[in-house]
C-alpha cells in the first residue's frame, strides 16, 4: 500500500517536472526572452493550461505529487534563493536604498491590509498581493504562502496580479526615464526601479533598456528588498501564532511553526557571503533553483482553474492596480527627493 502511494507520488512529481522542462524550453526563446518572462511565470502558464483541460483526465491518486511540489519543493526553492545575496550586497549601495526598500515594504504590507479590508476581501490573498507586490513578487507570494497556508488557488491569484504589474513596469520605467518623464539621476533611477518593480527577472529587464549604470543599482537595491523576506515570514508567522492563541484554537497552534525555510534563506545568504563556492558551482545551484522553483509554479497553477479566478472576481486586480499607483508614484518621489538627502 505505501509503495502505490508513494508510486502514485512518484507520477504526480514526474509530470510537474516535465512541465517544468517544458517551461525551461519555452523560457529560452528569444522572444519569451524579450520579455522577461522568467521559467517561473511559464510554469504557472503551463500548469494553468494543463488544470482548465487534461487535469480531470488524469488519475486523482496523482495530486498527492503536485502537491509535494507545491509545498516541499517550494522551501527548498526559497532556502536556495539565497545564493543569489550577499551581505556585501546591502553595503554597496548604502543606507539611501536600505531607507527607501524599508518603507516601500512597511507601507506597502499595511496599506494593502487595510485596502483588503476595506474592499472585503479574503485575507489570505490580500496578504499574498500585498507581500508580492512589497517585496520580490511570485517569490514572496509562495514564501508567504508556505508560512500562512492557503489554497493554491489564492495562490496562484495572488502570483498573477504581481506579474501584470511587474511587467507593466518593466515597460513603462523605460519609456519614462528615456523620455524624461521621470527626472532623475542613473542612481536614483536605479534605486526608484529596484525599489518598486516587483519580479527580479523584470527588475533586469527594465534595468538593461535603461543603460548599466541604472542597472547595477537596481538590481542590487532589488536584492536587498529580497532580503526584506526572511524578517516579514517571522513577523508573519508570529501574527498568525497569535491570532490561533487569541482564538483559542489549540488544533491551530500546534501546526504553526516558526517558517524554518526562512532562517535556512538567511543561513545561505550568510554562507555565500563568504565567497567559498566557486563561481560555476553558484551559477549551477542558482539554476536548479530556478528549476525547483518553476516546479513550485508550476504545481500551483496545476491546482487553479478558471473557476477559482472567478470565485476571487476582480478586486485582487483592483488592490493590485492601487499598490502598483503607489509604488510608481510613492517611489517616484522618495528616489527624488529621499536619495539626495540621506545619500
Known sequence: MLTEKRSSMLHGVLLITLFSCAAFYIGDMGFVKSLSLSPMIVGIILGMLYANSLRNNLPETW??????CSKRVLRLGIILYGFRLTFQNVLDVGLPAIVIDAIVVTVTIFGGMLLGRLLKMDRGITLLTSVGSAICG????????????????????????????????M???????????FDLTPKEMGVFAGSTIHEVAHVVGAGNAMG???????????????????????????SVMRAAVKSGDSEGRGKISLPWFAILFLVVIGFN???LLPVGVVDFINTFDTFLLTMAMTALGAETSIDKFKKAGFKPFLLAFILFVWLVGGGYLMAKYLVPLIG
Open 63 to 68: 495530486v498527492p505529487g503536485i502537491q509535494f
Open 212 to 238: 548599466k549604470e541604472v542597472s547595477d543599482s537596481a538590481i542590487i537595491v532589488k536584492m536587498i528588498r529580497v532580503m526584506m523576506l526572511v524578517p516579514v515570514l517571522l513577523i508573519i508567522s508570529y
Open 273 to 275: 557571503s563568504f565567497d
Open 171 to 181: 515597460f513603462v520605467y523605460p519609456i519614462l526615464y528615456q523620455s524624461g518623464a
Open 138 to 169: 511570485a517569490a514572496a507570494v509562495l514564501g508567504t504562502e508556505s508560512a500562512i497556508r492557503v489554497k493554491p488557488y489564492k495562490t496562484a491569484v495572488a502570483v498573477s496580479t504581481v506579474v501584470i504589474f511587474g511587467t507593466l513596469a
